[in-house]
T-cell receptor, first 115, second 113 residues
């Protein structure tokens, strides 16, 4: 069964510092992996996704993630944090069923940016 | 493309009352999903429609919950005899037949008092 573990429920960085949000997955088949961002009282917005091909995936707002099969990881990074990056971030793995996708989410990491 | 629209955005109801939420997916998307998100948790899958057919329901979807998608367009999620444990954000998402990743709506936040 697919599952996702996000290490660290809260991460705090200074503005301009590196952002690193950790995600490890468990999957019995080659995974499709996603990162979503959620701002307060909003739905989820897709940041980036890995399906096949290049293991380094670039997304919106300067974020990127690297799929490492040997480490079963899909960590999210951004070289320089901005105040507007403060939000909740969710990693998810896709489970295919009935011709569609069911997303299994991690518990989320709340990112705080210090001025 | 106006995105996925959910109404209402917020709903406060008394325990025991029935509530109904509506989701309007992106018009060309034939797949529609409902998720529930409780405070401090990631979203959890509730149910999935392909066109008008409901193809899967989670164990989380008790007998008090029912979802429909008449004519394969908008969808409704009804909760009967609400309980305090039903308080959560209910998220709707849609996706096309091809490709990966959903488009989520802004959600309906339900508070049962």
């Amino acid at each position: 069964a697919q599952s996702v573990t996000q290490l660290g429920s809260h991460v705090s960085v200074s503005e301009g510092a590196l952002v690193l949000l950790r995600c490890n997955y468990s999957s019995s088949v080659p995974p499709y992996l996603f990162w979503y961002v959620q701002y307060p009282n909003q739905g989820l917005q897709l940041l980036l996704k890995y399906t096949t091909g290049a293991t380094l995936v670039k997304g919106i707002n300067g974020f990127e993630a690297e799929f490492k099969k040997s480490e079963t990881s899909f960590h999210l990074t951004k070289p320089s944090a901005h105040m507007s990056d403060a939000a909740e971030y969710f990693c998810a793995v896709s489970l295919l069923f009935q011709g569609a996708q069911k997303l299994v989410f991690g518990q989320g990491t709340r990112l705080t940016i210090n001025p | 493309d106006t995105g996925v629209s959910q109404n209402p955005r917020h709903k406060i109801t008394k325990r025991g009352q029935n509530v109904t939420f509506r989701c309007d997916p992106i018009s060309e998307h034939n797949r529609l999903y409902w998720y529930r998100q409780t405070l401090g948790q990631g979203p959890e899958f509730l149910t999935y429609f392909q066109n008008e057919a409901q193809l899967e329901k989670s164990r989380l979807l008790s007998d008090r919950f029912s979802a429909e998608r008449p004519k394969g367009s908008f969808s409704t999620l009804e909760i009967q005899r609400t309980e305090q444990g039903d308080s959560a954000m209910y998220l709707c998402a849609s996706s096309p037949a091809e490709g990966y990743g959903y488009t989520f709506g802004s959600g309906t936040r339900l508070t049962v008092v």
